[in-house]
């Protein structure tokens, strides 16, 4: 595949992409998971500079390292985009960029190897049974499947033959992993697991490119394979390959409007959807009902904040702040350590029950009761994000603008929005890299 071979939907949904994960880096680059990794890289001799750079932070190090870096901070703060392997984005964009400064890469150069990257970590996701059923195992599929599409993006702008190409994956896949245990306290592990998807990617790529040879039959192999090891009983290998190289995965992938679990989401705008129909004010309900699975009880039924991610992953806090602020910005997580007395009330009244059985693509369905007796269940499906409901344009660059102007300034910003509305003519990424400096003060994140 060459640049020229892609779809101009493709390519608009490329840069789309790579804007919004970009400004998710500069907001998440000050969070305590990020300052753990720079402080363990010292602790452990890493370089203090190299040619690939972090990214709202000051310094450079390793193609590798940064990778690692810049990928947790793009997911640090659960704002960026889902669909793909989970979190594709946060995985590819960072991996290879920091290939794409050291080699001075163009920027359709690196657009083309972020698409392709997108496309491979979606496809081994689809063969290992599809989100939700892997994920149910116990598996984070940002970290058991990003670090396919990592090395494919890497190994794309890298250039490697065939037999490179396949040995990146397969050492990739040797290595690849990730578990949901972080929901039991809150880790930061969560955080960290897209760093060391891309992390692990990128270095497979470049030892494939040193001669080192990896498992050819990583994905299909009977006793190893990874589909046979981490997708028992569920995996369908044929679905990797629907498609390939017609369709193009990256358009499955959506864009995040509000700073949480995306699971969440639905429930989000079946909640307001019900508030809008009845013209309710948060005062007005009586209870909320979430009518979920048992999956949906176990990882979202939170009354208890012990962190951000806790609020996060909380359906009672989520859906609280939605009925009282309309607002599910990062600020409003922001106060999960003392949460607001109108909004814990009504987390009071909101119950998730796994009465309903749901398949792949379902989400939770909300009942609303008010004081006045009247009530009501919807079930949103595509929820505002959704490859089927995207975010326009504008609201994607405005989402943009909104994170990195209070880290990078208003110049930059510009900047940095119009270069990668134009990828395909900058002649170095660096150039956009280069922009992601940070001039304002930062601010922590409880």
């Not at 909004?343 to 009071?348: F, N």
């Not at 990424?429 to 280069?434: A, D, E, G, V």
């Amino acid at each position: 595949m060459t640049f020229e071979h892609l779809p101009p939907e493709v390519v608009v949904a490329g840069k789309n992409f790579i804007l919004d994960t970009l400004a998710c880096c500069a907001a998440g680059a000050r969070t305590k998971p990020v300052d753990a990794i720079l402080t363990a890289i010292s602790a452990l001799g890493g370089p203090e500079t190299g040619p690939a750079s972090l990214w709202a932070r000051e310094g450079s190090t390793s193609v590798d390292r940064a990778a690692l870096v810049n990928a947790t901070s793009a997911h640090a703060l659960e704002l960026d985009d889902f669909g793909g392997c989970g979190h594709s984005g946060a995985v590819v964009i960072p991996a290879v960029f920091a290939a794409g400064e050291q080699a001075g890469a163009s920027g359709a150069d690196v657009l083309l190897a972020i698409i392709a990257g997108y496309d491979v970590a979606a496809r081994v996701l689809e063969g290992a049974g599809g989100y939700r059923r892997h994920n149910d195992l116990g598996w984070h599929s940002s970290g058991t499947c990003g670090s396919f599409g990592s090395a494919a993006g890497v190994a794309k702008l890298l250039g490697l033959d065939i037999e490179r190409f396949v040995s990146a994956l397969g050492i990739a896949g040797t290595f690849t992993g990730g578990t949901w245990a972080f929901l039991a306290d809150g880790a930061m592990t969560k955080r960290f697991h897209p760093g060391k998807a891309a992390e692990t990617g990128t270095a497979a790529a470049y030892l494939a490119q040193s001669g080192m040879t990896g498992p050819r039959q990583v994905l299909d192999a009977e006793w190893g394979g990874f589909f046979s090891t981490y997708a028992p009983t569920i995996s369908e290998p044929a679905l990797a390959l629907a498609g390939l190289g017609r369709e193009f995965r990256i358009l499955r992938s959506g864009i995040k409007p509000y700073a949480c679990c995306r699971t969440i989401h639905a429930p989000i705008d079946s909640l307001l959807a019900l508030m809008g129909h009845f013209g309710a004010e948060a005062d007005d309900i009586e209870c909320v009902i979430v009518h979920g699975n048992a999956q949906t009880v176990r990882q979202f039924d939170r009354m208890k904040l012990e962190s951000l991610l806790d609020a996060q992953f909380s359906m009672q806090f989520c859906l609280a702040v939605a009925a009282a602020r309309r607002d599910l910005g990062l600020p409003q997580f922001e106060q999960w350590s003392q949460i607001p007395p109108d909004i814990a009330s009504l987390m009071a009244r909101i119950a998730l029950i796994g009465d309903r059985d749901l398949g792949p693509t379902e989400y939770a369905a909300v009942e609303v009761r008010l004081h006045d007796g009247r009530r009501a269940e919807r079930q949103v499906q595509c929820a505002k994000g959704h490859a089927d409901n995207p975010l326009s344009e504008a609201e994607v660059e405005a989402k943009a603008r909104s994170l990195l102007m209070p880290v990078i300034g208003d110049t930059a910003t510009d900047k940095l929005v119009k270069s990668v509305m134009h990828l395909e003519e900058v002649a170095d990424i660096r150039s956009i890299t280069n922009l992601l400096k940070p001039t304002m003060s930062q601010r922590p994140i409880p």
